[in-house]
């Protein structure tokens, strides 16, 4: 096998195993049973417009505000499974209790269906902290960032508060967009894509090199290579002279008898390369004068 295909082989089984290598890892991370949790905190939600001529009233409940936020906890399944029927329990933390108040919650499950989410226990606030407990009907994965459960608050504050999340017999984690299988997905192609071009320019510049510049460059190189064959043959020369391994010969005998001997050997390798082999070396057959030295 020449070193071309060898290099081409090489290179083909390296992308195959990196192929394999980044399925495995992206199958192996569908496997982790997680929920994504993604917080959209807005402070100026509804505000009342400022008009001096006009008396517009913002309103909650009859009681007049002058500015409402709403926060959006979202839980999304990139896992490899639905959950059915898993309770979930919401806890929100304000940083300054005295700047922080809900003025009512809502809870939707995947596709705005309210019936998918079940209210076990009403909200309650324990002074530091406001509690809401849920049992979701079908928690199911996703392949983009589609959320399973969105607990809507409307507030009255300004600072984001702490939000955290259990859920049975799954963890939580924080919501990143290259953990949907989508993205995974689309990273993977994009990373055997990268491969493939990586692979195809080794492979087109492997045979711009056979077909192209091999050739040019042994023509042009010719001439130098016939030096350092000669030379090479001196050297053998010289070394069965001083060795004295052909005794009674002249050194007419002995130089034909090395020109021929390099000659055959050169012979033999060229007639074992296939026709690309040849062509790489500008279709140069092997010539015994490339082996004779003048004496």
Known sequence: MSETLKNILIASISA??????SYYIYSEQLKINKLDLHNDFDANYFSKPKF??????????????????????SLMNFSAKNFPDIPIKIKITPKNIKDF????????????FYDNVSETKKMFFDGTSYYFSYIVSSMNRTEKSNYGLQLRVLFEGTEEPKVS?????????????SNSPYQKSFNFKVSMF???????????????????????????????????RQKYALEIFEAIKSDSLQVGTSDEQIRDFVASM????????WN??????????????????DHTIEL
């Open 52 to 73: 001096p001529s006009d008396d517009i009233i913002l309103t909650v409940n009859n009681i007049e505000k002058e500015q409402l936020g709403i926060l959006k906890i």
């Open 165 to 177: 999340i259990s859920a049975k017999d799954v963890s939580i984690r924080n919501y990143d967009v």
């Open 194 to 228: 990268g491969i493939a071009i990586l692979v195809g320019f080794f492979i087109i510049l492997m045979l711009l090199l056979v077909t192209i510049l091999g050739p040019i460059i042994s023509l042009i190189t010719k001439k130098s290579d016939r030096q350092n």
């Open 272 to 289: 074992k390369k296939t026709i690309i082999g040849k062509w790489s070396l500008g279709m140069i057959v092997p010539n015994k004068a």
């Open 16 to 21: 195959l195993l990196a192929f394999a290598g």
């Open 101 to 112: 108040k809900i003025l009512s919650y809502s809870a939707v499950g995947e596709k705005e």
């Open 262 to 269: 390099l000659y055959k050997q050169q012979l033999e390798r």
